[in-house]
RNA sequence: GGUCGGUUCGUCUAGGGGUUAGGACGUAUCCCUUUCACGGAUAAAACACGGGUUCGAUUCCCGUACCGACUACCA
C-alpha cells in the first residue's frame, strides 16, 4: 500500500514570490495533483528579521491568480498544523537537544567576533576554506571542548549559545535525487551547521526536516540551490531515526536571466525589461512598484502554461495545455537538468494564443474598461466590432483598445514619417472625390461596399489603389499600421469617414 | 579556491550507438491581401573540446573547457 503523496511549496515571506519559486509550486501542485496527492504551503518564516509585512498575502493571491491554491495552508490548514514556522517555534528545540543528548549535535558558545576571529585566523594560514567542521569545532568554545561543568555553567548563567550539528569525519553521503539520480558528497568537506539559533529559532536546515517529518511530506521538489545542502539534510533524517519515511527529492533547474549570466534574481525587476514577479509589488519601504505578469496583461492560463514548460516538456509535440492537461501529461521524468534561460518573447507567444482563443463578448470587456478609463463610453456592439479587428493582432487585452482607439476617437494629428511618404498629389485627389462619393451616398455601408466605392473612385482617377491606401489610412487614422481599413470605414459610416477625410485634407502639407 | 550540478539551432527543447538530428519561439524570404494583420510555405540555424570503448559515438566512459549553484546564527 503506498502513502498518499504530499509535497509542500516552504517560501519565505521576505518580499515578493520570483517566478523562479512559482514555477516551484507549480511543479510541486501538478506533481500533487497527478498523483491524487496534498499540495501544501507552509510558511517558512524562521528567520523574523527578514520578514516583509503583505508577503505571505502576496503568495496566497499569486497562487490563486494562477489557480494552483493549496490544500492545506495558513489560511486553510489540514490536520498538521500549523502552517507557519514561527507558530511551530516551541517543538523544535526538543529535537535539537534530542539530537545533542544522541552525540549527533552540540551547543556552541562563541560570539560572532569569535567566529569572525576564527575565520581570519584560518584565512592567515591559508586555509582555503575556513569553516566551523570536524577540525575547527576542537578549538571553538563548545559543549565538545568544554567540560560539562562548564557547559552546564553556561546554560544555567543563560549564556546565549547554539546548537550545531556534528558531521562525522569521514562518511560518504549518498542521495538518489528523482532528477539527478545518486549525488555523493564526502562529510569532510560539510560544515557544522546551526541547527538552533540563538534566538531560539531553528534554522531552515533543523526546520525543514522537522517539519516535512510531522506533516508527512513525501516528496520534496525545490530549487537546485539546495542541492549543496540536500546531503546534511539526509544526515539529519538519518540522526532522528527517520530514514524509513524520507521524502524523496527532486532539485529543479534553475531559472537563468536570458544572458545567460546567473540566476534570475528578485533585483533583475523589471530592469530587463519585462516583470519577475507574478503580479505587482508595492515596496512599502521605498514606494517602488515591481511589475508583475498579471498587471502587464499576461493571462493566468497562459502564464502558466508558459512557465510550466521552463524546464520541463511533454514529450511530444503539442505546446498548448491548459491546467487540466499539465496535470495528466506531467511527470517528474521529464524535467530536465540544465538551467533554462528566460525568453519573455515565447511568454508573448503564448498569451497571444490564450487571447485569440477567447471569445468576442469576453474580450470585449477589456476594450470596455480600457475606453473607460479614458473617459470614453462605449457600446458592446461597437467594442465587440474592435475585438473582431483586433484580437488576431494583439498580445495583450489592454492593446485591443489602444490599437483601436482611432475607432471612436477621430486623429488630431498625423503620423509624420507616413505623410512625408505618401501624402501625395494622387492621395489628395482620390480623398477628394471619395469624400464628395460618401457625401451625396445615402444607401448601405459595409466593407463590401466601402471597398468597390473606393476603388471606383480611383479607377475613375486613373490611379492605383494600392499607391494610395497608405495615405487613405493616415486620414482615418492617423497612422500607418492598423486593422483591416475597409472594416474600420464601415464601423465609423459614411459621414464620420468623409469628415476625416475633411479634416486631414485640410491639415496636411501635399508633398513634392 | 573547494564541493556539487550542468552543456543539442540565438532561446525553450525532442532524440538517442547507425536519423536528411525533429518541433516551437524568434529571424529572413515568398504566397495570400489593391491596406494592416492572421494564415500558409520555404530558408538560415545546434550535438563545447580532446581522448577512449566500439565495425560505428552527438548518444556510453574518462579528462579539459565553459556556465551555474552553494560555501551565514538567510532561506
Redesign the pocket.
Known sequence: MSKEVRVRF???P?GPLHIGGVRTALYNYLFAKKMGGKFLLRI?D??QT?FVPGAEEYIQESLAWLGISPDESPWNPGDCGPYRQSERKPSYMQYALDLVEAGHAYYAF???EE?EAMRERLEAARV?????NNITRTQMKNSLTLSEDEVKAKLAAGE?Y?IRVKIPRNEEVRLNDMI??W????TS?L?D??LM???G?????LA?IVDDHLMNITHVIRG??????APLHVLLYKYFGWEDTMPEFAHL??L?K?D????LSKRDGDKLGFPVFPINWENKENGETAAGFREQGYLPDAFLNFLS?????P?D?R?IFSLEELIKAFSVE?I??????F?I??A??YNEQYLRAKSNPELAEYVISGASADGITILPETAEAIVSLTK??VTFPADLWQECKFVVTSPAEFDEAIASKRWNADAVTVLTAYAELLEGYTGAYDAEKA?AML?ET??AKEI???KV??AV?LAITGVG??????EIFAILGTEEVAKRIRFALASLEVIG
Open positions: 516552504a517560501p519565505s521576505t517558512e524562521t528567520d527578514r562563541d560570539t560572532s567566529l582555503v576554506q575556513p569553516q566551523y546565549p547554539v539527478r539520480g549525488v555523493m558528497v564526502h568537506t560544515d551547521k546551526v539559533k540563538s534566538d529559532m531553528p534554522t531552515y536546515h525543514n537546485e540551490e539546495w542541492l549543496p545542502s533547474p534553475l537563468l536570458p545567460g549570466n546567473g540566476k514548460f521552463l524546464g520541463w516538456n514529450g509535440e505546446e521529464r530536465g537538468k540544465s538551467g533554462t534561460k525568453d518573447a515565447k508573448k507567444w488576431e493582432r471597398k476603388g480611383a479607377e492605383k489603389l494600392g491606401m497608405q489610412r499600421v492598423g486593422p483591416d481599413l475597409m
